[in-house]
């Protein structure tokens, strides 16, 4: 019989969809999610996942988080969940994974508890984005630490948090992070070799373009970026052109601030991850300074799509990426002359694209197969199973590669 086991999450996104498909294709699968979206996220996901799931009721509660980093505060949504241990009753799983630390691993917690199964937690926050919480959280997770059997997290600053807490290293399963291939690789090549020269007229891009994807808010450094491009304006007579993909709160000061310094922004307003290929393809550099992110995915994503990038120290993803390849230069945003510093170099010497070698290395550690054996594999040792008994027969035999280390890489 096929090993159950339960996921509790937040809400369906599209780049975790190919994952939990893949493990449901090993396991008897249960993902109980949170809601089917949240107010600041506007993913388009059909329902047609492919594995069995629900969805917990309750409320989404916005609040304002404070932060140890100016400008990182910002706000939030706390999933209120009540009936976690209902859903569970009914399936019997013989693990459950929650995600983070708060209500709803208390109601994983609780049924574990009850069953006398293992509880998996996946924790991504990382040093800079929950170190500085208050005595009182550090208590609550260092108790849920105690009380589990293994941990997920996205990779080496996720893991070394829980280390903080507590954790044992050899019960953290890194690297629990994927983005489809296919669409940011031969989608993004196809859209380069055909479509690049046509985007970038209908957007008006001339010269090295610097593509920013994501939330226009504070704490993805939204005001530090746009003073480094007025710096680089300032000094630099060469042609470049500031592509924005997204939408958020600071748009209508973007465009004030682009009239009043007379440089011109290209924003394209929210798009679906489908559409995405072709904005990669039309740019030379991914920038994202964020001031604090456990782990971007968007820079992920950009790797795959073989676009040199501006990394922020306070991204999670950073060292992981370039312990794996991706190439980049490595910035403190809120130091203006670094992250200026960084555009001009790309600016005065246009870089070429990441080869396909680099590409399909990161490819084969972060695919959705990848992911879903790291996270069978896991499971097989929770439950002591014999190894390879649920994550052995994956298509893809790149995906037993061995991971490189990253403590070395953390900043």
Not at 142 to 170: I, K, M, P
Request: hydrophobic share 40%; glycine share 6%.
């Amino acid at each position: 019989m096929s090993a159950k086991i339960s996921i509790l999450t937040n809400i369906p996104a599209p780049y975790r969809i190919p994952v939990f498909r893949s493990v449901a294709s090993r396991v008897d699968l249960q993902v109980i999610f949170d809601a089917r979206s949240e107010p600041n996220r506007a993913w388009q996901v059909r329902e047609d996942f492919g594995f069995r799931h629900a969805y917990a009721n309750g409320a989404a509660v916005p609040y304002s988080r404070n932060s140890a980093n100016p400008g990182a505060s910002g706000e939030r949504y706390l999933q209120l969940r009540y009936d976690i241990v209902r859903h569970l009753r009914r399936f019997r799983p013989d693990v459950v994974i929650s995600g983070e630390m708060g209500v709803r691993t208390a109601q994983g917690e609780i049924y574990c508890r009850m069953a006398g199964i293992p509880l998996i937690i996946w924790s991504e926050g990382t040093p800079h984005t929950e170190g500085w919480v208050s005595g009182y959280k550090r208590r609550i997770r260092r108790h849920f630490v105690r009380s589990a059997a293994r941990f997920w997290t996205n990779g080496a600053e996720s893991s070394a948090l829980l280390e903080r807490y507590g954790a044992a290293e050899e019960t953290i399963d890194s690297d629990i992070m994927a983005v489809d291939p296919g669409l940011f690789m031969s989608e993004v090549d196809d859209c380069y070799r055909m479509q690049r020269d046509a985007v970038r007229r209908s957007l008006a891009l001339e010269g090295v373009t610097f593509c920013f994807l994501g939330e226009f808010i504070a704490r993805k450094g939204i005001k530090e970026y746009l003073e480094a491009l007025r710096r680089l304006r300032s000094i630099s007579s060469r042609p470049f052109s500031a592509l924005f993909v997204g939408d958020g709160p600071e748009r209508s000061a973007m465009e004030s601030w682009s009239r009043a310094n007379r440089i011109p922004l290209v924003i394209t307003g929210f798009r679906q991850q489908a559409e995405l290929p072709r904005f990669y393809a039309a740019a030379d550099v991914f920038a994202l300074p964020s001031l604090e992110d456990n782990w971007a995915l968007v820079t992920l994503e950009a790797a795959f799509a073989g676009l040199p990038q501006i990394f922020s120290r306070f991204n999670g993803a950073t060292a992981d990426l370039m312990a794996a390849g991706a190439p980049g230069i490595v910035v403190n945003p809120y130091d203006i002359s670094s992250l200026g510093g960084a555009l001009e170099s790309y600016l005065v010497s246009t870089p070429e694209r990441t080869s396909d070698t680099v590409r399909k290395r990161i490819a084969r550690i972060y695919s959705p197969e990848a992911c879903a054996m790291r996270m069978c594999r896991s499971i097989e040792r929770v439950l002591h199973l014999e190894s390879g008994s649920l994550s052995g027969e994956f298509s893809s035999a790149a995906a037993m590669e061995a991971r490189p280390t990253m403590r070395a890489a953390l900043p």
